[in-house]
């Protein structure tokens, strides 16, 4: 994987010219190839590339076509006739043709309000409405996105986190059109989400031609962008098929959600005739004319000839075989709107009434009809934002848990947890939780990333050791998956794991009591549990807009204004799923982590759901350097790792930062508070003018801010004691010969971001 989101790739031109017949190959073109090639590319109003389809279809005597549908209320005759036409072709050029029915699609983007069990009924009646109106079931699958995935997530959701990763949110946007949107509406998370899963879908399906509408190029050239991306052997044919038009004139595509634009697939005689006499259809005029183009993209090719019944008087009858013909009669008048309309109602009668008949006859089709008219055709706007409480929030304790009576045991619980977090909410809740449930879930996590610092290693020790010494069940997420989605190691997930190992036993040589604690691969997990997952992240995902997922880019170290990939949005929706997939109650992570946990909040507020998770957020733990607001690995001048030696930690604590009376910003005794004093309960000064031990930051600080207390003892106290900390990992490191290979194979990766 590359290390940085790759540069946009160009997409083939629209209007490329096809290339010649002959193939690069040299290979000869048979007779019979060549009659599937005609066929094959009939379907299509557009090709890329003609070479290539030639010499697939040399060389593979039944390839794979891919085509789809969101089910999304009721059918009209883009979807039906056209799709029917197609896949019949192909099939009888020999192709395998692969329908998927894009339940998850549907639901993301918010068809029939997200009610995924519509949807499902929707996709059934596609189905009918395929098999009566004639689509040869021979070599034609019907597969529900939803059970494909879930079959082989643990192939496909890799496939999209890599889609994502090596793209920009900037080139993902552009393919808004596949979705009925444009890239400058207001998005949700979805959307984006929606384009990386389409994309997969391509080469999930193992699809050798992408068969699918002109509105759905961009994201099937981003499948063959990725193709060259990864170097990737055989790229999609995309065929993309012309867009029926509305009734209406300036409607460039038929639409459901507008009755008057569109002839649906089970509509009486009657509905088929009003609506083609009110359709536009200009004297003369051809070019933006509906009529015509139904007639030259259903009648001709459905029956071969167009005919049209007149009076002696008007021309008589006359059967066109030709849409030259046709152009030709119409522009010249020998042709009236009249005429045509008349048998363009009477041939798509003749085509939908073998599906009237079905839907009649048949009663599990006449009950899905019945369930799918009752439908509100709706594109639900997204949920109304919630606003994050403040950063600064009081820590005043809820209404609900306002005169509860605690027990001197829930006190003492309360204290210990409550002491971890520089900001707790709500505190009431938390009060609440520990009173009511006697081993509550606490969420940790990381992303394995390189070597491990001190604020990573010593504080979650000291609080995970808290926290489980108050009775709490700690899960610590190895976040294996998120690493590789903000690029880190360079996205290489096998060094990413190796890093992973190593954190685990750095934490148990460190002291962690690891009795109520789980550590949980985040791929083996949602690999194990993608059926809930994925429709979390999904449900999240769609009801957060793009704005508000930005704002928490701070979680992976970035900002909402860097360039981002479209994996740094898939990142927090995922993130924010983590925390129900294992069922937390009190998320205890970096204050850097807070406006993920504030997601989570509010989605419970916005599904009603009545336990939200408490949020307990520790310090950030500053660099070396004057400034470092955060420990950084990337910069191993501002982070003592937990494996250094005791000439390494002497040295740069000996170099930093530490200005004399100056407590606000000091890194010296900002470890002193939140390393030295959790881990020992007092700090021990051994200075000329006597030994010291402070049992309270609040002392440490008078002295120090007074003079009384030089910068030179405090970093001789604090080498000492960090030293003490580590000693028993450095001692691990260098006697077990699986840490000492582990240690030795994450010093030589690269730490990339």
């Given amino acids: 994987m590359k290390t940085a989101v790759s540069l946009e790739m160009e997409a083939p031109s629209d209007n490329a010219p096809a290339q010649a017949s002959s193939l690069a190959s040299g290979l000869q073109i048979s007779e019979e190839v060549e009659q599937r090639f005609n066929l094959v590319r009939s379907v299509g109003e557009q090709c890329t590339h003609d070479d290539e389809l030639r010499d697939l279809l040399s060389k593979k005597t039944a390839p794979v076509c891919y085509d789809g549908f969101e089910p999304s209320g009721r059918m009209h005759i883009a ?243 030709s849409f030259e013909d046709i152009v030709t009669d119409y522009k010249s008048k020998d042709l009236h709107p009249k005429d045509l309309k008349d048998a363009l109602s009477k041939a798509l009668n003749k085509i939908l009434q073998p599906v009237r008949d079905h839907f009649k006859t048949n009663s599990r089709a006449k009950n899905l009809l019945k369930q799918v008219k009752g439908y509100k055709i709706t594109r639900t706007d997204l949920s109304k934002e919630m606003e994050a409480l403040s950063i600064n929030a009081p820590n005043s304790a809820s209404s609900s848990a306002a005169g509860l009576q605690m027990s001197e045991e829930v006190e003492k619980k309360y204290n210990i947890v409550r002491n971890i977090g520089e900001e707790c909410i709500q505190e009431g809740e938390l009060k609440n939780l520990l009173a009511k449930k006697p081993t509550p879930i606490c969420y940790d996590g990381f992303e394995p990333s390189g070597r491990m610092h001190i604020a990573q290693g010593v504080m979650k020790v000291t609080n995970v050791n808290k926290l489980t010494s108050a009775g709490c069940q700690v899960k610590i997420w190895i976040a294996d998956w998120f690493a590789q989605l903000n690029n880190k190691l360079g996205g290489d997930l096998e060094r990413i794991k190796v890093v992973g190992e190593y954190f685990k036993e750095i934490w148990q040589a460190g002291g962690m009591n690891t009795d109520k604690v789980a550590f949980i691969w985040a791929s083996d997990e949602i690999n194990g549990r993608g059926g809930k997952y994925w429709p979390l992240v999904m449900d999240i995902a769609r009801r957060n807009n793009l704005r508000r997922i930005l704002r928490c880019g701070q979680i992976m170290g970035r900002s909402e204004t860097e360039v981002l990939s479209a994996a740094q949005i898939l990142y927090p929706c995922m993130q924010c799923a983590d925390i129900f997939l294992l069922e937390a109650d009190i998320c205890q992570l970096g204050m850097d982590q807070r406006k993920v946990n504030m997601l989570a909040r509010e989605y419970c507020d916005d599904i009603k759901r009545k336990n939200k998770p408490i949020i307990l957020s520790h310090h950030m733990l500053p660099g070396l350097q004057q400034g470092q607001e955060k420990m950084s690995k990337s910069n191993p001048s501002s982070a003592i790792f937990m494996e250094d030696e005791e000439a390494d930690v002497n040295d740069k604590i000996g170099q930093a930062y530490c200005p004399a009376k100056t407590v606000q910003g000091n890194p010296c005794l900002e470890y002193v508070k939140y390393l030295v004093l959790p881990r020992f309960n007092e700090f021990k000064v051994e200075a000329d003018g006597g030994n010291k031990t402070f049992n309270s930051f609040e002392d440490i600080a008078a002295d120090y801010e007074s003079g009384a207390l030089a910068p030179e003892d405090v970093k001789k106290a604090l080498v000492k004691a960090l030293n003490i900390m580590l000693q028993p990992v450095r001692d691990h490191f260098k006697t077990n010969e699986r840490a000492k290979n582990l240690l030795q194979q994450v010093k030589a990766f690269r730490v990339t971001r």
């Avoid at 020999?94 to 519509?118: E, H, P, Q, S, T």
């Avoid at 070599?139 to 959701?157: C, H, M, Q």
């Avoid at 509305?246 to 634009?261: A, E, R, V, Y």
Wanted: aromatic share 10%; charged share 25%.
């Fill in 79 to 321: 979807q039906g006739l056209m799709k029917i036409m197609s896949v019949n072709k192909l099939t009888s050029a020999g192709c395998r043709v692969k329908i998927l029915i894009a339940d998850w699609f549907a639901y993301m983007n918010n068809k029939l309000g997200g009610d995924l069990k519509k949807i499902r009924v929707v996709g059934e009646y596609f189905k009918e409405i395929f098999q009566a109106a004639g689509m040869k079931s021979e070599n034609v699958e019907f597969l529900w996105s939803s059970e494909e995935i879930n079959a082989r997530g643990d192939e496909y959701w890799p496939l999209v986190m890599d889609i994502a990763c090596r793209n920009s949110l900037a080139k993902i946007k552009r393919c808004m059109p596949i979705m009925g949107h444009s890239e400058t509406e207001e998005l949700s998370a979805a959307h984006i989400l929606y384009v990386c899963m389409q994309c997969a879908d391509t080469l999930f399906l193992e699809a050798d031609i992408c068969q699918l509408g002109m509105d759905q190029e961009t994201v099937n050239l981003l499948a063959r962008d990725y193709c060259d991306d990864t170097k990737r052997g055989s790229k999609p044919v995309i065929l993309s098929h012309h867009l029926l038009p509305g009734l209406q004139q300036g409607q460039t595509k038929m639409s459901k959600s507008d009755p008057s634009s569109a002839i649906f697939m089970e509509d009486e005689e009657a509905e088929v005739n009003v609506k083609i006499k009110k359709a536009y259809c200009p004297p003369e005029i051809v070019e933006g004319n509906p009529c015509i183009e139904y007639v030259r993209y259903i009648i001709l090719p459905w029956f071969s000839e167009f005919t049209v019944e007149r009076d002696e008087k008007f021309g008589g009858i006359k059967t066109y075989k």
